[in-house]
């Protein structure tokens, strides 16, 4: 199956800081991206849908501000958490697909985030 | 609103076949997905129904009924490694994915 990539798999930062989070596909174009957000024992959440070359749309309740995120091109987008708070401490999925009919999506390893 | 439901947690026995269940209400439906997933890791897809009828593979087989909002992921022959979260997930009309909150899978020996 396709691969996408997620970048880094874990990181520990402190309050008030920006951590920066990238998802390539490896092996296949992606026009559309996805950001989920996950806390323990909860569902996966979408916080943001990544257009290649657009703007990104943000599910109802997630701060465009906080989460930057960037789809410069058809393999790489990114989600740039700024000003960091022990809340945003979560784990943080991508997905793409090759298309958007395309029957599965493909996940990135996921980025545990842990703001002390 | 969208809304997908399956049980929170089920508990089951090695060797043993185990049924999970999941209905949803959608706005519109382009196919229903079954993911794994283990405990700090991403999802890994399982199966994927768009007609209604049961899809096998090996193992595990996944079963739709469009008419009634309802799957269901059946898991034969039951190891150890397969003590994870299952997550059902719906393809809306605008195809996102909506995702059930998943069911914790606990395998006993």
């Known amino acids: 199956g396709a691969v996408v990539s997620q970048h880094p798999s874990w990181v520990i930062c402190k309050s008030g800081t920006s951590v920066k989070i990238e998802c390539r596909s490896l092996d296949f174009q992606a026009t559309t991206m996805f950001w989920y957000r996950q806390f323990p024992k909860q569902s996966l959440m979408l916080m943001a849908t990544?257009?290649?070359?657009?703007?990104?749309?943000?599910e109802q309740g997630v701060e465009k501000d906080k989460f930057l995120i960037n789809h410069a091109s058809l393999t790489l987008s990114t989600l740039t958490v700024t000003s960091a708070h022990p809340e945003d401490s979560s784990f943080y999925i991508c997905?793409?697909?090759?298309?958007?009919?395309?029957?599965?999506?493909?996940f990135g390893q996921g980025t545990r985030l842990t703001v002390v | 609103g969208q809304n997908i439901d399956q049980p929170t947690e089920m508990t089951a026995t090695e060797g043993a076949i185990v049924q999970i269940n999941c209905t949803y209400q959608?706005?519109?439906?382009?196919?229903l997905f079954w993911y794994q997933q283990h405990a700090g890791e991403a999802p890994t897809f399982l199966s994927y129904n768009v007609l209604d009828g049961l899809e096998e593979k090996g193992r595990f087989s996944s079963f739709l009924s469009r008419s009634k909002g309802y799957s269901y992921l059946l898991l034969k022959e039951l190891q150890m490694k397969d003590s994870a979260s299952y997550l059902c997930a719906v393809k809306d009309s605008n195809y996102q994915l909506i995702w059930g909150a998943g069911t914790k899978l606990i395998i006993k020996p």
């Open positions: 997905s793409a697909a090759p298309g958007q009919g395309h029957t599965e999506a493909f």
């Open positions: 990544s257009n290649e070359g657009s703007k990104a749309t943000y």
């Open positions: 959608t706005s519109g439906f382009n196919g």
